[in-house]
């Protein structure tokens, strides 16, 4: 917390009717705040002190402005969420987890990079298989620099009209230069493929180079990140865009061991039971890992128990095979599709 002379010099300056002297004291608290690596409350105290002064006229207000929508079916090209997750929610490896702090302190110290004529790594791809914690690590990232998170909805992005889909695309960075975000393109695949594949239309072709185009120009001051469950479709000049590449992969023995326990601590009385059910569940993802402890735990609380069993367990685990062999035939009998993490 800030210290007690600049709390008190605050109150003093706003029981007195002393604006300057409040803006002030406010500034060097949160300075302070800053100082002490806490982001995210110096970041929301900023924006609550700034929403409610009359004297920073140049305060984005993106965040205020209407969301833009595609012409053609009226959606939404955006979400923008508060963020849940945090570091702590997640189970990376933990090369993986140093160089995602390494991203964090380095866009939390831009400024100093400036100095030296040096930017921090802003524009970030993940890629990997479905449900393996793509969306929440962006999240998390969201959450520890204390800012909003921008979705990008595919689903109002991408448009039959020609031309419009890169339309959109301009759209969406036209906003986020106005702002600053952790802005996240799901499903980039969507937008990403290969201008090489002979099974693409020409149209698809001018989107990719308008988001080259785009990306190379945006000097906004947000971190964009993209994620892929279908990397090997990406156009090549696309990987060099980004600053630094993540590879989310599927959990090995001991991290669904450290899964299971985090989802059934308060759900569990015989801990003896979960390194068995791990070994069951090598090759399965972190959603599937998620889904198999909710399954439990949903029919623990409907069979009036107050602890999941080892045969609780047990079914959720066969319910989660049977499945997975119906979402392999769908995928056998159509063209690929993208799954939701």
Not at 106 to 122: D, G, N, R, T
Not at 152 to 159: A, E, M
Request: proline share 4%.
């Amino acid at each position: 917390m800030a210290r007690a002379d600049l709390i008190k010099k605050m109150f003093k300056s706003y029981a007195t009717g002393q604006h300057d002297a409040f803006m002030e004291a406010a500034q060097d608290v949160i300075l302070d705040e800053r100082k002490k690596q806490h982001v995210v409350l110096a970041n929301e105290l900023t924006r609550l002190l700034n929403g409610a002064s009359t004297t920073r006229p140049d305060f984005p207000l993106a965040s205020l402005q209407p969301v833009p929508r595609d012409p053609e079916k009226g959606l939404p090209l955006f979400d923008i969420k508060t963020p849940q997750k945090r570091m702590e929610d997640l189970f990376t490896t933990k090369g993986q987890e140093q160089a995602l702090w390494d991203v964090m302190n380095e866009f939390k110290q831009w400024e100093i990079l400036e100095m030296y004529s040096l930017k921090p790594a802003q524009k970030l791809l993940f890629c990997g298989p479905p449900g393996c914690g793509k969306t929440i690590t962006a999240e998390a990232i969201a959450s520890e620099l204390g800012l909003p998170m921008l979705y990008v909805r595919f689903d109002g992005l991408v448009s039959s009209l020609l031309g419009e889909t890169a339309s959109n695309l301009s759209r969406v960075f036209e906003y986020v230069t106005r702002g600053q975000w952790v802005v996240f393109f799901d499903e980039f695949d969507a937008i990403g493929r290969s201008r090489d594949d002979s099974t693409e239309h020409g149209e698809l072709k001018r989107v990719v180079n308008a988001f080259l185009q785009m990306l190379d120009r945006f000097e906004g001051r947000s971190l964009v990140i993209a994620a892929t469950n279908f990397e090997q479709a990406l156009d090549p000049a696309l990987w060099r865009r980004f600053d630094e590449v993540f590879r989310f992969e599927k959990p090995d023995e001991e991290t669904i061991l450290r899964l299971l326990t985090r989802l059934l601590k308060r759900n569990l009385k015989k801990t003896n039971i979960l390194p068995s059910i791990s070994r069951e569940l090598v090759g399965f993802s972190h959603a599937d890992v998620e889904r198999i402890c909710l399954d439990a735990i949903k029919r623990t609380v409907l069979a009036g128990g107050m602890y999941v069993e080892e045969q609780d367990l047990i079914r959720a685990v066969a319910k989660q095979r049977d499945r997975q062999k119906i979402l392999n035939f769908r995928h056998s009998t159509t063209s690929p599709t993208v799954d939701e993490e």
